[in-house]
């Protein structure tokens, strides 16, 4: 199976800020990378699939880039509702896996 | 707009069974795949597999092979997940998400969970 594995694992910033994630895979995946948001005790939602491309309704602070094993998610000018857990997942091959999530604090 | 609905909380004893359904409306039912993902308190994300509406055809994670079955009623636009020999691990908020095709390039797409169902609470507890 396909290790995906985020960094950091949580992270904390202001509002304003630019935040990045990283997410690595274990084999190329070319580009076959989603990012997910959850907030809590609610269902993850899409953020940004196909590595890129924005989901839609999804603010244009987000955005994603990568290609191969190493992605990266960029949140510039923070808000507020922006607090959350991140996960990237594959889908190039199966089982589609999720990393391990990363937890955003806004400060 | 497109919407799943799951079913309501369970608790269930050591080693019984639970059915979960997600029911979908605002699209084609047979269109898109299925896929079911937990998550158990304070944890991540685990996939435990996917079933074609249209086909009944399924494909289940290694870890659950076995103790789930994924199933469908056309009729009422309904997929449901089953998880069998119960044990305390598999307590978990489990959800249905919709997989669609989202960039297709030499045969082959990538995809992407655009809905999903609100989640199901399982509480396995004797």
């Known amino acids: 199976d396909i290790q995906m594995t985020q960094s950091p694992s949580s992270l904390s910033a202001s509002v304003g800020d630019r935040v990045t994630i990283t997410c690595r895979a274990s084999q190329n995946v070319r580009n076959h990378l989603n990012w997910f948001q959850q907030k809590p005790g609610q269902a993850p939602q899409l953020l940004i699939y196909?590595?890129?491309s924005l989901h839609a309704g999804v603010p244009s602070r987000f955005s994603g880039s990568g290609s191969g094993t190493s992605f990266t998610l960029t949140i510039r000018s923070l808000q507020p509702e922006d607090s959350a857990t991140y996960y990237c997942?594959?889908?190039?091959?199966?089982?589609?896996?999720f990393g391990q999530g990363t937890r955003l604090e806004i400060k | 707009q497109v919407q799943l609905v799951q079913s309501g909380s369970e608790v269930k004893k050591p080693g019984a069974s639970v059915k979960v359904s997600c029911e979908a409306s605002?699209?084609?039912?047979?269109?898109?795949?299925f896929h079911w993902v937990r998550q158990a308190a304070g944890q991540g994300l685990e996939w435990l597999g996917w079933?074609?509406?249209?086909?009944?055809?399924?494909g289940y994670a290694q870890k659950f092979q076995g103790r789930v079955t994924m199933t469908r009623d056309t009729s009422i636009s309904t997929a449901y997940m089953e998880l069998s020999s119960l044990r305390s691990e598999d307590t978990a908020v489990y959800y249905c998400?919709?997989?669609?095709?989202?960039?297709?390039?030499?045969?082959?797409?990538?995809?992407?969970?655009?809905?999903w169902g609100q989640g199901t609470l399982v509480t396995v507890s004797s």
């Open positions: 079933m074609n509406p249209n086909s009944g055809n399924t």
């Open positions: 998400a919709r997989e669609v095709p989202k960039y297709c390039s030499g045969g082959r797409c990538s995809r992407a969970y655009d809905y």
């Open positions: 997942q594959q889908n190039f091959n199966s089982p589609p896996v």
């Open positions: 196909t590595t890129s």
């Open positions: 605002g699209y084609t039912f047979t269109s898109h795949d």
